[in-house]
């Protein structure tokens, strides 16, 4: 009988990517995928720290998985990512979970392979303090349809002051130029992906490392010229280290650049931004935005916003709302701040209390839902790439790249097909429009 894994992920996109890898170990080693845990010979988590609520339901699915391995021994349960690299973490859990069969830390993930094979039942921790240099002979088994994630740079130097990330995941390091292109031609080639998204933690610094003169736009210049059927995103930035080069870059290579844009501003106040090491102020923020909408008048932006940052006061919080109301966001993705133990805000003085910050997230939910009628009417007389996807009714919809859905003339189109639609109408919350080409 095939033996089965079962990989459950958590966070962000770099770790949807990780279990790629995890997966592509576990096939080699002869595995095949699980539906369900209670079938799987092995269980992997692949664990996020970014914020305190990741880690307490981590922790439970883990403890879950005791009665799994209490029917059958021979089960493996191996925990991973960003949560296991925290100083203390391994040793905790083993104390808490003593059933479990390995641990291993973000630096050496792509030496599971190995582990699991030598592994004789006994618990075992292994995590690196450091990482070590890129390996490029990883299999990967990709799960993500239509969308292909491609590593371009691991780590971060930055040190935002509330973030546990350059913590668990070492210092910047950038794949090579070559090394990137030859993978993102072998995707081409299997012609199957619509998008190729580069992941980094800031792509925007992607290079530096190489001290060469080398930048994100030299990466991206040598990726245009790929001949395929797939446009290019990236994931995610920093708004410091955004260029106006680079949007230019973007605004001249459109056949080949998606122009949803993700740009992080975590907060419209000057002052916490200062204080959360971002290094930039919400001025140089709203020009970057100013210079997008001028440059690319079709972008769509999405942003990170977290609110109850220690010290954030009534007027700093109405700063952000204020920025939101003028930058025109697709999309918010808000967070209540978390204590990460180790990063400096956790000791920063005047912590906002759980009351204040769920208050404020809930104000810039009902922000953003009240300007999403301003957002959707934005849209119309522009014209979108879109996919054709079939509605809830059996009717097809498109929907565009930030998953806005645009009623068609039904009847006509094949799901799956990317089309343009030019937006013809707001009614009642809904666009309408025509396929144009
Ligand atoms: N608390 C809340 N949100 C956080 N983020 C990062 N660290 C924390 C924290 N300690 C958010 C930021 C980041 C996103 C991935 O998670 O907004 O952009
Ligand atoms: Fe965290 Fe800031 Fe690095 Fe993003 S840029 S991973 S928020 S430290």
Redesign the pocket.
Known sequence: MEKKYFIETFGCQMNVHDSEKIAGMLRDLGYVEGKTKSEADIIVFNTCCIRETAETKIMAKIGDTKALKRANPNLLVVVCGCMTQQKGMAELLKKRFPFLSLVIGTHNLEEMEEYIKEHNKKFRAVVWDNEKAIREDIKMYRTSDDNAWVNIMYG?N???TY?I??YVRGRERSRKIEDIAQEVENLAKENKYKMVTLLG??VNSYGNDFKDGTNFVTLLKRLCEIKGNFKISFM?S?PKDFSFELIDFIASHQDKMSINLHL?VQSGSDEILKRMNRRYTSAHYKELVDYIYKKIPNATLSTDIIVGFPGETEKDFEDTLDLVKYCKFASIFGFVYSKRQGTPASTFENQVSAKVKKERITRLFELEHSLQKETLKNYVGKTYDATIVKGDKGDELAKTHFNKLIRIDAGNYEIGREVSVLVEKLDNDLLYGKVVG
Do not use: E, K, L
């Open positions: 971060c930055n040190f935002c973030c990330v350059p933690q800031n995610s920093h992080p």
